[in-house]
């Protein structure tokens, strides 16, 4: 019941900010596409509004809530700083007890599957995108401890990733840790309205973390790295974990942040003509934009301007599942923008981004990390 109170309290506060000026109805995605005011971030605010001051909701509203994608580009477009991403985590959770059976079913066997450890790798691997084709790389001096997340669904579907990862990192001097079987970041729970089951997840990490003495945790997926910086703000002020939150956060990296001050020129990389898709974890939640991109310059690829590079392109964690027709239309836009005949291979940063664009294009898809060969 505190916890239902507080969460009211922070959604009070951050409606409050909003001015209804309607500056980020262009910049949503949904918006755009479907054209109706209730399926933009203010309409949203004003559903989640009634809801709290009224107790007035309706499936109707639910319907709204849940077509929002979470790709937070309303919070970089909002001249007045509403945190509409905490916004409409409150707001699901206050609808959440009027879902339908069938609704929370669905939702809940989601989350428990993919964040299964035993289940998801044995089916997960049937539908792997890409295997280790590379040796593992042995690291030759210690530095700094670094974790390396592994993530969910990345080790099964995509284990290139990380191990494409770890041996950069080796060949630039650096001993990074992986659990195979590792934390999960709690995202997947937390955007599906089963706040307990993450926040049991995200203490254990944090206290994990601080006892193991971590210095940095890098992320190779946008949206496991935005959650693990957005900790503290799942806790009050007054609350223990609020500041062990706030120091796990500041220790964490997109792999991006990490290298983007390294001498990347060393290592080979191949001469394809390339595109780069930024996640909107990465470009909105963790506000990092440009910053591949400015990897990839220095490397010497040229990257076009990608228009509409800010819209997301329709994963967004379990949303691909949950709404799959807006999802596909999303997507289509995307790659009209992303793709063409002159590019060789398309580039991001999150391994959702990643399979979701790769079922709607032949052009490979991969982790910007991979390109090191
Ligand atoms: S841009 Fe910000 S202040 Fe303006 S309507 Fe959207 S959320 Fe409200
Ligand atoms: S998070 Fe994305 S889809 Fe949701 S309201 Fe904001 S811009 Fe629109």
Same mark, same amino acid.
């Given at each position: ?5 507080i ?7 951050? +409606? ?10 262009a ?12 399926d933009?971030?203010? !309409? ?8 709290? &001051?009224k107790?007035? =909701?309706?499936?109707?509203t639910?319907h709204?809530?849940?077509k929002?994608?979470?790709? @937070?580009?309303? *919070? ?6 509403? &945190?509409?991403g905490e916004?409409?985590?409150? !707001?699901r959770?206050?609808? *959440? ?7 929370? =079913?669905?939702r809940?066997?989601?989350r428990w599957?993919? #964040?299964? @450890?035993?289940? =998801?790798?044995? =089916?997960?691997?049937?539908? @792997? ?6 040796p ?17 669904v ?5 284990p290139?990733?990380?191990?494409s990862?770890?041996?950069?990192? +080796?060949?630039l !001097? ?8 590792? *934390? ?8 599906l ?31 496991? !790295?935005?959650?693990?910086?957005d ?18 956060s500041?220790? #964490? ?11 990347l020129?060393?290592?080979?990389t191949p ?11 990465l470009q909105?939640?963790q ?14 690829? *040229?990257?076009?301007d ?7 392109c329709?994963?967004a964690g379990?949303?691909s ?21 002159q590019f ?6 999150n391994?959702?981004?990643?399979l979701?664009l ?7 898809v991969?982790?910007? +990390?991979?390109?090191?060969?």
């Open positions: 019941m505190q916890t239902v109170n969460e009211n309290q922070k959604a009070e506060s951050i +409606i409050r900010k909003c001015v209804h000026c309607g500056f980020c109805l910049t949503c995605p949904t918006y755009n596409l479907l054209g109706n005011e209730l933009s971030p203010r !309409g949203r605010i004003y559903l989640i509004k009634s809801a709290l &001051e107790n007035e =909701f309706t499936q109707n639910i709204h809530l849940d929002c994608l979470t790709c @937070r580009s309303c *919070e970089t477009t909002c001249p007045s700083g509403v &945190e509409y916004l409409i985590d409150i !707001g959770n206050l609808v *959440e007890s009027k879902r339908s059976v069938f609704l929370k =079913f669905k809940d066997f989601l599957f993919l #964040t299964n @450890r035993k289940l =998801f790798p044995l =089916f997960g691997r049937l539908f @792997r995108h890409s295997s280790i084709k590379t593992k790389l042995s690291p030759n001096k210690k530095s700094q401890k670094i974790l390396l997340l592994s993530g969910c990345q080790p099964t579907l995509a290139n990733i990380n191990h990862v770890k041996n950069v990192l +080796i060949k !001097g650096y001993n990074p840790i992986e659990r195979i079987n590792g *934390e999960c970041c709690g995202a997947l729970d937390q955007h309205s089963a706040n307990e089951t993450a926040l049991v997840k995200i203490k254990r990490n944090i206290d994990n973390w601080l006892i193991e003495g971590i210095d940095t945790i890098i992320s190779t997926a946008s949206g496991c !790295g935005v959650m693990v910086k900790y503290p703000k799942l806790f009050d002020k007054n609350d223990p974990y609020y500041s062990k939150a706030e120091e796990i500041n220790k #964490t990296k997109d792999i991006a942040e990490f290298l983007v001050n390294e001498d020129s060393q290592l080979s001469k394809v003509k390339l595109n780069y898709h930024a996640p909107c974890t909105h939640g506000q990092l934009p440009g910053i591949v991109e400015s990897i990839l310059t220095k490397l010497g690829y *040229e990257l076009p990608v228009p509409d590079a800010h819209m997301c329709g994963s379990t949303y599942t949950l709404q799959p027709k807006i999802s596909k239309q999303l997507r289509n836009e995307k790659l009209k923008n992303l793709d063409d005949d060789e291979l398309i580039l991001t940063s391994i959702g981004c990643l979701h790769q079922n709607g294009t032949k052009t490979p991969k982790h910007w +990390i991979e390109i090191f060969e």
